[in-house]
C-alpha cells in the first residue's frame, strides 16, 4: 500500500460569523494522489493529531469535483488510510482541529 507524504503548512484560522478571531493558526496539509495510488493508500500527514478535518476533489477528468471516500481510517496521530472505490487522480486537505 503506497504511502504519501508532504510538509505541514499554516493557514490562517478564520472568525467565526459575529465573532471575533483569538489569533494563532491551525495546522493543514494538502496531498496530490493519482491513480497508481490504487484505491488504498496511507496518507503521512504530520500533524500530530487523531482530529482532523478533510475535503477531497478529484482532478481529472474535468471539471474538478468533490468526492467522499469509501473509508478514512485514522492510523496514528501522523497517519492516516484512504479508501477509495475506484483509483483516481485527486488531492485532499487535511485540517488539524
Do not use: C, E
Not at 505541514?8 to 483569538?22: E, L
Not at 493508500?41 to 469535483?65: C, E, G, K, V
Amino acid at each position: 500500500m503506497p504511502i504519501i507524504g508532504g510538509s505541514i503548512g499554516a493557514v490562517a484560522k478564520p472568525a467565526a460569523a459575529g465573532a471575533t478571531s483569538g489569533g494563532g493558526d491551525v495546522s493543514g496539509i494538502s496531498l496530490s494522489f493519482t491513480t497508481l495510488s490504487g484505491t488504498s493508500f496511507i496518507l503521512a500527514h504530520n500533524l500530530d493529531s487523531i482530529n482532523l478535518t478533510w475535503q477531497m476533489y478529484r482532478t481529472t477528468p474535468s471539471p474538478i469535483q468533490s468526492v467522499i471516500p469509501d473509508n478514512i481510517t485514522v492510523l496514528d496521530p501522523n497517519h492516516i488510510r484512504v479508501d477509495l472505490q475506484t483509483p483516481m487522480d485527486g488531492v485532499i486537505n487535511l485540517i488539524k482541529i
